[in-house]
């Protein structure tokens, strides 16, 4: 699956392969994101909403 994720370090939007998807916090204060790596194997992260992270099919 792709995904749009905003590259700190070359300050612009790349689009990258999602490779996983995590949850961060405590139950009833959740956050969801999608995580990738870019092609010199920087990580990328990039927080979702949980409708969008539970029909991703990683």
Same mark, same amino acid.
């Given at each position: 699956m792709k995904a749009t994720f905003y590259d700190v370090k070359l300050r612009k939007k790349v689009d990258a392969d999602v490779t996983? /998807?995590? /949850?961060y916090g405590k139950a009833g204060n959740e +956050? $969801? @994101? $999608? /995580?990738a790596k870019t092609s010199d194997? +920087?990580?990328?992260?990039k927080f979702v909403s949980k409708k969008d992270w539970? @029909? @991703?099919s990683v």
């Open positions: 996983e /998807k995590v /949850k +956050r $969801f @994101a $999608f /995580k194997g +920087r990580n990328l992260t539970d @029909a @991703a």
